[in-house]
């Protein structure tokens, strides 16, 4: 078979090569220069609406600001210690006396001498401790191993 100058289009329509013009995709520089023009606009109004978003924020914080520090400096400050407020009472009571371990009132004696014994590692006064404190810890340890029977 002779080729007669023909080519197959994809819906298999026959053209002449003079009729064929290849499409293309360039996109005229007018066109290019629009679409950035567009997006730089887009991108410029966002910034703009960021910062004015930023500014108002800082505008209401001010005064939110003022009211959180006003509410922190009224609440007592034993509100955000781990720590017991307080003295030792004239006569060392059953609670107190699981306060001053660290352990509950109805423990064990082996859980009230574990804690006697770690507690009085850190506060004995032969390491530098108090005596008063000392006291008190052995205070504690008597009186819970007293009323605990196992």
Known sequence: MASTGRVTVDGGDMMRYSEYTPKTNMRSDAEIDRRLGGTLIAVGLGVAAAGFAGRYAFQLWKPLGQVF???VRKMPTSAFSSYYKGGFEQKMSKREASLVLGISPVSTKAKVREAHRRIMVLNHPDKG???YLA????EA???????TRR
Request: net charge neutral; no cysteine; glycine share 6%.
């Open 141 to 147: 340890k008597d009186l819970l191993e007293k009323e």
């Open 129 to 131: 401790g108090s005596p």
């Open 135 to 138: 006291a008190k810890i052995n």
């Open 69 to 71: 520090s006003q509410t």
